[in-house]
């Protein structure tokens, strides 16, 4: 089974630049989640989508952050215009019905993607 | 809300010995609580799991027991290995309108020497 999809894994450029990073999910995956993990500290939930719907959206800085999952599978998380402290590691994460089985439901996370902003 | 407090690292062991990372949580519910585990290089892993109190997750050596009266969830593995060598977060998920989000610690490095 093929696991969560993420792309670039590395990304660098500068402030004021927009960026979008891209996640596949498991197949069959209904819940899929965006966290920033910055250096040093432990991943920070940004988005969470219910098939293509937002469940939980509190914690992105709507200034400058979007998100979408198109047709319920892929997603795409936009930072525009991008700051010093986006530099981070972005992880995106699917499960199978985490949104019905709340917090029982296993996570799998993808490889993340690095991004700095000089 | 929700937290969750690890122990100070980083953390150095010889190969064999015994590991014990401490983890604390706060939570309103009636949260599960998850240890993941990050090797250089690679994306997050679940390690364990437990979704209620008394319940103990094992994987690969290690376990951790769900205190419900200690609210903690201390990861332990009797002989470390040198391939043991990464980051472990404690995570939790409250249930209820929380969909299923996890709420991490900050991470403990652990490092084993042969």
């Known amino acids: 089974e093929a696991g969560v999809a993420q792309s670039p894994r590395y990304k660098i450029i500068e402030k004021r630049q927009s960026v979008a990073f891209w996640c596949n999910p498991i197949s069959g995956h209904a819940t899929l989640y965006w966290y920033q993990q910055i250096l040093g500290q432990g991943p920070k939930l940004l988005i969470q989508f219910q098939n293509n719907g937002v469940v939980d959206d509190s914690q992105l800085p709507k200034d400058r952050f979007s998100a979408e999952r198109l047709k319920g599978v892929d997603s795409t998380l936009k930072i525009q215009p991008a700051k010093l402290e986006d530099s981070a590691v972005y992880l995106c994460a699917s499960s199978l019905e985490g949104f019905w089985r709340g917090g029982t439901d296993t996570q799998y996370f993808g490889p993340g993607t690095r991004l700095t902003v000089l | ?114």
Not at chain 2, 99 to 106: A, E
């Open chain 2, 1 to 114: 809300g929700n937290s969750v407090t690890q122990m100070e690292g980083p953390v150095t062991l010889s190969e064999e010995a015994f590991l014990t990372i401490n983890c604390t949580y706060t939570a309103t519910g009636y949260p599960s609580l998850f240890w993941y585990v990050q090797y250089p290089g690679e994306g997050l892993q679940l390690l364990l799991k437990a979704t209620k109190a008394d319940d103990k997750g094992s994987n690969k050596g290690f376990e951790a027991t769900y205190r419900k009266e200690t609210t903690s969830f201390h990861l332990e593995k009797g002989s470390v290995q040198v391939s043991d060598s990464a980051v472990y977060f404690c995570a939790l998920s409250e249930d209820g309108t929380s969909y299923g989000k996890l709420t991490f610690g900050q991470g403990t490095i652990l490092t084993v020497h042969p």
